[in-house]
């Protein structure tokens, strides 16, 4: 059975300061992988979603960005964090032709 | 105009009563629909999904899905406490989910 694993579950991060996000599934081939952002009370918004290894495609332009460096591989990134990128940050994956997004734990950020 | 909008609530039914969850969405060129479940802290887990017009049934949850009005609704027999949780609507169209920003629903013992 397919399983994705997110992480660090929870950070604390000061303004300024880098972010690495990181998320691999496994038991499938040549997943569809998104990663989105919650904020407190909020819907999820897309940020990236990659379709194959190098490619990404980037909904919100800000300060983030995302490599995907293995086909079950999905990296989150930004080189200075703001207080805005706070949220609940959501890996996911989906088998192309269903649809179906199967979401990790989760990765809760906390910017002061 | 939201892409997908949902009644925030919060809805409170009683215990073994039915609860109802309504969404509408805006791109009548959307191809699949979802209903999503998230407990308080936690990431979303999958109930349903339907592709096409008319109910669709799991167990105590039925999707109902409209296309010709942008509808998709869960109903939710026989409700628990356990059911108590916020209920996200994603719609999906050209390799892209979008998703509604829920409606919390309590089960009062």
């Known amino acids: 059975s397919q399983t994705i694993h997110q992480w660090p579950a929870t950070l604390v991060q000061p303004v300024g300061s880098p972010l690495s996000l990181e998320c691999t599934v496994e038991?499938?081939?040549?997943?569809?992988l998104y990663w989105y952002r919650q904020a407190a009370g909020r819907g999820l918004q897309l940020l990236f979603y990659?379709?194959?290894?190098?490619?990404i495609s980037s909904e919100v332009p800000q300060n983030l960005s995302a490599s995907r460096p293995q086909d079950r591989q999905f990296i989150l990134s930004s080189k200075k964090l703001l207080l805005s990128d706070s949220g609940f940050y959501l890996c996911?994956?989906?088998?192309?032709?269903?649809?179906?997004?199967?979401f990790g734990e989760g990765s809760r950020l906390t910017v002061l | 105009q939201k892409e997908v909008e949902q009644n925030s609530g919060p809805l409170s039914v009683p215990e073994g009563a039915i609860a109802s969850l309504n969404c509408t969405y805006s791109?009548?060129?959307?191809?699949?629909f979802f209903w999503y479940r998230q407990y308080s802290g936690k990431s979303p887990e999958l109930i349903m999904s339907?592709?096409?017009?008319g109910d669709k049934e799991d167990g105590r949850f039925t999707a109902q899905l409209n296309k010709a009005s942008q509808y998709v609704s869960l109903l939710i027999r026989d409700s628990q406490p356990s059911d108590s949780a916020t209920y996200l609507c994603?719609?999906?169209?050209?390799?892209?989910?979008?998703f509604g920003a829920g409606t919390r629903l309590t089960v009062k013992p």
């Open positions: 996911a994956w989906s088998v192309f032709v269903r649809r179906e997004l199967f």
């Open positions: 038991g499938t081939s040549n997943p569809n």
């Open positions: 990659s379709v194959g290894i190098g490619q």
């Open positions: 791109d009548r060129g959307s191809q699949s």
């Open positions: 339907i592709y096409s017009n």
């Open positions: 994603a719609v999906y169209n050209n390799n892209d989910m979008r």
